[in-house]
C-alpha cells in the first residue's frame, strides 16, 4: 500500500515539475532576502566595513586603518583565525595595550588592532576590545569542538534523522494533498452544484499551498543540515555572498545575481498572476458578452499583454531601476529585434486581422496554394490545417492574406465539381446525356439542386468531350464523390453500351526493300499472336494508289497469326485421353489444389491457371499455346471454370475450381 501511495505521489510529482521548480526558485530566492545570516554586506558593497568570518558566521565588522582597508584587515584577521582553528593548542586570546593602541592577539598571530572607527556597541576601543575577545574565544572553542569525530558521528545521525523525517513529512503532505483534492472533486465536481465554478480556483490553491509546504520543509531541511557542519556553513556563506557581490551597475546602482534572478522571478510571479486574472476576466466576463470565441482569445491575449507591461512599468522604479535610463538601450535593442523578428510579427498582425475580418473559421475546407484541407485551430502566430490525408500542417497566417485562398465552407457550402467524359465517334449523344445524368443522380450526396448538367464541350480528335456537372454540400468529400461518380459513369456506359475511345494514330513506313525485309524475317520469326495490325501493301483504294514498296500499318482489331498449320492445335488435343488427364490433375503428384486466401477472400479448394500451364507443359511435354488451349478445352466441357467466372483461362494468377469439387 505505501509503495503504491509513494509511486503516485512521485508520478504527480513528476508531472508538475517544473512548477514545483519555479515555486522553489521563488521561495529559495526570497528566502536568500529575508534571512539576516545569508544577506549579509558584501565588501565591495561598502568601503568602510568588512566582516570578520568564522566558519562561515559574522562575528563583526572592521574598518579602514593607516594604509590598510577594511577588505584588506578583514582578510589578514580571517587568515589568522583559521590558522587558530587548525592549531591542536586551546584557545588563549590575549587583550593588549601598547600605548594608544589596543590589540587582539593569540599566543602565536597578532589579530587586529582596535581603532575607533572600530568602535561600534562599545564605549571605547578597549571596552570593544574586549567584547571582541570574549565573541572571538566562544566561536573559536565552537570551532575546535565541531572538527573532532564525534561531534562529526553526531552531527551526521542528526542529519540523517531529519532526512528522514523530512521524506516522511514530505510523502505525508502528497498523500494528504491527494486527499484534499478526492474531496474537494466531491464537494465542487458535481456540475449541477452552484460551488461548481470554483472547482479548479480551489485545487489550483491548494496545489499552490501544497508545493509552497514542500518547498519550504525542503528549505528548511537544507539550512539545517548546512549549518551543522562547519565546512558546509563556510561553502554556504561563500555562495550567497557570491550572490549578493554587484556584477554590474545601472545608473548610479549596483545589482547583484541575487537581485536580477530576483527580478525575474517577480517578472515570473507578475506573468502568472496577470494570466490568472486574465482567465478569470474571460471566464466571468466575456464569455456573458457572447462574443464569438476566438474575438474572445483575442481580447484575452491582448489584455494580458497589456497589464504585463503596466506591471513592469510600475514594477521596475519600485525595484531601483531608472526607466529613462534604459530608454536609448530599450531603443536600440528593439531596432535589432524588430529585424529579427519581421517576419513573427507580420504572421501576428496577420492573424490579428484574420480574427477580425475572418476570412477562415476553425472548421472550414479551405484550399491555399498547393495544400487543401480542414481548418482545426486559428493561432496568434500560426494556422493549423488538417489535409485529406489526415496530416496536420501549420501554415503561417501572413500565407493567407498573401495568397489567394479558397474557401469552400464560407457563406454558401455547395460547389460545383466537373468530370470531363469522352465517348467514341458515332455514340448517340443522347444516350449519352441520359448515361451520365443517371449516373449522377444514383450518388446520395449529389444535391438534386441545382439539378446536375451536361455539357457537349468539343470534337476531339479521337472522342466527343462532355462535361457533367454536378453540386454538393460538402465540399470536403469532393475526391471521393469524384471518384464515385467515376465509377458510376463507367458502370452506365457499359450498360447503355457507349464506348469509351483510346486515341489511334496511322503510321506509314517507306523503304525500298522493306516488304522483302518483312517476308524474310515473317519466316524466321513469325510470332503467335501478331500486333495490332493489319500489313497492305501494293495498290491502294479506288481513291488513289499508294506509293511502291509501301507498308501501312493501321491501328484497329487485335488479329491472330497462327503460328502452326491449320488445325495443328486440334489434332494434338484429339490426341489427348481427357478422362485420364483431368484424373492425373487430381492426383497428389498432379496440380496443387488447396485453400486459397486473396485480398481477405477465402476461395476453397483451387489451384492456380500459371501453375496448370507449367504443368501440362512438363507433363504433357507440349508448348505454351498447347497448354493454354488445353486449359480453355477444359473450360469448355465444363470440367473447370474460374472461381468467380470472370475470366477464360489465363496463364495467369489466376484461380479456378473444378466442378466436382464445388460442395
Known amino acids: 500500500m505505501l509503495i503504491s501511495i509513494a509511486r503516485m505521489v512521485c508520478f504527480q510529482f513528476c508531472r508538475r515539475r517544473w512548477r514545483i521548480f519555479l515555486l522553489a526558485g521563488l521561495t529559495l530566492l526570497l528566502t536568500l532576502v529575508s534571512v539576516p545570516s545569508t544577506a549579509q554586506t558584501s565588501p565591495t558593497n561598502n568601503n568602510e566595513k568588512a566582516p570578520v568570518i568564522v566558519d562561515g558566521q559574522v562575528l563583526f565588522e572592521v574598518g579602514n586603518f593607516g594604509n590598510f582597508t577594511a577588505a584588506e584587515r578583514a582578510d589578514k584577521i580571517n587568515e589568522a583565525l583559521e590558522d587558530e582553528l587548525r592549531s591542536p593548542q586551546a584557545v588563549e586570546i590575549q587583550v593588549a595595550e601598547e600605548g594608544e593602541q589596543i590589540m587582539i592577539r593569540t599566543q602565536e598571530n597578532h589579530l587586529l588592532t582596535v581603532t575607533k572607527q572600530d568602535v561600534i556597541s562599545a564605549s571605547d576601543p578597549s571596552s570593544q576590545a574586549k567584547l571582541w575577545k570574549n565573541l572571538l574565544e566562544v566561536k573559536l572553542q565552537q570551532g575546535k569542538q565541531e572538527r573532532q569525530v564525534v561531534y562529526y558521528r553526531q552531527a551526521l545521525i542528526y542529519s540523517i534523522g531529519v532526512l528522514v523525517g523530512a521524506i516522511a513529512l514530505h510523502f505525508g503532505l502528497a498523500f494528504s494533498g491527494q486527499l484534499a483534492f478526492r474531496q474537494l472533486t466531491l464537494w465542487f465536481g458535481e456540475p449541477t452544484s452552484p460551488l461548481h465554478p470554483w472547482e479548479k480556483p480551489s485545487k489550483l490553491f491548494l496545489r499552490l499551498a501544497l508545493l509552497g509546504c514542500l518547498t519550504g520543509l525542503w528549505t528548511a531541511v537544507i539550512f539545517y543540515v548546512t549549518d551543522l557542519f562547519p565546512q558546509t556553513r563556510s561553502w554556504r556563506y561563500k555562495f550567497f555572498n557570491l550572490l549578493n557581490s554587484p556584477v554590474f551597475n545601472l545608473g548610479d546602482e549596483p545589482y547583484s545575481p541575487i537581485q536580477v534572478l530576483l527580478l525575474l522571478a517577480v517578472t515570473v510571479g507578475l506573468w502568472f498572476a496577470v494570466s490568472i486574472v486574465t482567465r478569470l476576466f474571460k471566464s466571468y466576463i466575456l464569455v456573458k458578452t457572447g462574443a464569438?470565441?476566438?474575438?474572445?482569445?483575442?481580447?484575452?491575449?491582448?489584455?494580458?499583454?497589456?497589464?504585463?507591461?503596466?506591471?513592469?512599468?510600475?514594477?521596475?522604479?519600485?525595484?531601483?531601476?531608472?526607466?529613462?535610463?534604459?530608454?536609448?538601450?530599450?531603443?536600440?535593442?528593439?531596432?535589432?529585434?524588430?529585424?529579427?523578428?519581421?517576419?513573427?510579427?507580420?504572421?501576428?498582425?496577420?492573424?490579428?486581422?484574420?480574427?477580425?475580418?475572418?476570412?477562415?473559421?476553425?472548421?472550414?475546407?479551405?484550399?491555399?496554394?498547393?495544400?487543401?484541407?480542414?481548418?482545426?485551430?486559428?493561432?496568434?502566430?500560426?494556422?493549423?490545417?488538417?489535409?485529406?490525408?489526415?496530416?496536420?500542417?501549420?501554415?503561417?497566417?501572413?500565407?493567407?492574406?498573401?495568397?489567394?485562398?479558397?474557401?469552400?465552407?464560407?457563406?454558401?457550402?455547395?460547389?460545383?465539381?466537373?468530370?470531363?467524359?469522352?465517348?467514341?465517334?458515332?455514340?448517340?449523344?443522347?444516350?449519352?446525356?441520359?448515361?451520365?445524368?443517371?449516373?449522377?443522380?444514383?450518388?446520395?450526396?449529389?444535391?438534386?439542386?441545382?439539378?446536375?448538367?451536361?455539357?457537349?464541350?468539343?470534337?476531339?480528335?479521337?472522342?466527343?468531350?462532355?462535361?457533367?456537372?454536378?453540386?454538393?454540400?460538402?465540399?470536403?468529400?469532393?475526391?471521393?464523390?469524384?471518384?464515385?461518380?467515376?465509377?458510376?459513369?463507367?458502370?452506365?456506359?457499359?450498360?447503355?453500351?457507349?464506348?469509351?475511345?483510346?486515341?489511334?494514330?496511322?503510321?506509314?513506313?517507306?523503304?525500298?526493300?522493306?516488304?522483302?525485309?518483312?517476308?524474310?524475317w515473317l519466316q524466321q520469326y513469325t510470332p503467335p499472336l501478331a500486333s495490332q495490325a493489319a500489313i497492305n501493301s501494293g495498290n491502294g483504294d479506288e481513291g488513289g494508289k499508294q506509293p511502291e514498296n509501301t507498308l501501312t500499318i493501321t491501328s484497329g482489331e487485335p488479329i491472330y497469326q497462327p503460328a502452326y498449320p491449320p488445325n495443328f492445335l486440334d489434332d494434338e488435343l484429339a490426341k489427348l485421353d481427357i478422362e485420364e488427364l483431368v484424373q492425373r490433375m487430381r492426383e497428389p503428384e498432379g496440380l496443387e489444389i488447396k485453400d486459397r486466401y486473396y485480398r481477405r477472400n477465402l476461395y476453397p479448394a483451387c489451384f492456380i491457371g500459371a501453375e496448370a500451364v507449367e504443368w501440362f507443359m512438363q507433363k504433357q511435354n507440349c508448348t505454351l499455346e498447347v497448354a493454354i488451349a488445353l486449359g480453355e478445352l477444359l473450360i469448355a466441357r465444363k470440367i473447370i471454370h474460374h472461381v468467380t467466372d470472370k475470366h477464360p483461362f489465363r496463364d495467369d494468377y489466376l484461380f479456378y475450381r473444378f466442378y466436382t469439387d464445388e460442395n
Open 292 to 520: 464569438v470565441a476566438r474575438v474572445q482569445e483575442v481580447v484575452a491575449i491582448v489584455m494580458q499583454y497589456l497589464l504585463t507591461f503596466l506591471g513592469l512599468i510600475i514594477l521596475l522604479p519600485i525595484w531601483g531601476l531608472d526607466v529613462g535610463s534604459l530608454a536609448i538601450f530599450a531603443s536600440v535593442l528593439g531596432l535589432g529585434i524588430g529585424f529579427g523578428v519581421q517576419n513573427i510579427t507580420n504572421n501576428f498582425i496577420s492573424g490579428f486581422i484574420i480574427t477580425l475580418e475572418r476570412p477562415i473559421q476553425v472548421g472550414d475546407f479551405i484550399n491555399v496554394s498547393n495544400l487543401v484541407g480542414t481548418v482545426e485551430r486559428i493561432g496568434s502566430r500560426s494556422t493549423e490545417i488538417r489535409t485529406l490525408d489526415q496530416v496536420t500542417i501549420i501554415v503561417p497566417n501572413s500565407r493567407f492574406l498573401e495568397s489567394e485562398v479558397i474557401n469552400w465552407s464560407h457563406g454558401d457550402p455547395v460547389s460545383r465539381l466537373r468530370i470531363p467524359v469522352g465517348v467514341a465517334y458515332g455514340s448517340n449523344i443522347e444516350q449519352v446525356r441520359a448515361a451520365l445524368l443517371e449516373a449522377a443522380n444514383t450518388h446520395p450526396d449529389v444535391l438534386l439542386s441545382p439539378t446536375p448538367q451536361v455539357w457537349f464541350q468539343e470534337f476531339a480528335d479521337s472522342s466527343l468531350n462532355f462535361d457533367l456537372l454536378v453540386w454538393t454540400g460538402e465540399p470536403k468529400k469532393q475526391p471521393r464523390i469524384k471518384s464515385d461518380l467515376n465509377y458510376l459513369i463507367a458502370e452506365s456506359l457499359s450498360r447503355h453500351q457507349i464506348e469509351v475511345p483510346f486515341p489511334q494514330r496511322d503510321l506509314n513506313l517507306r523503304s525500298p526493300r522493306l516488304e522483302e525485309f518483312i517476308s524474310s
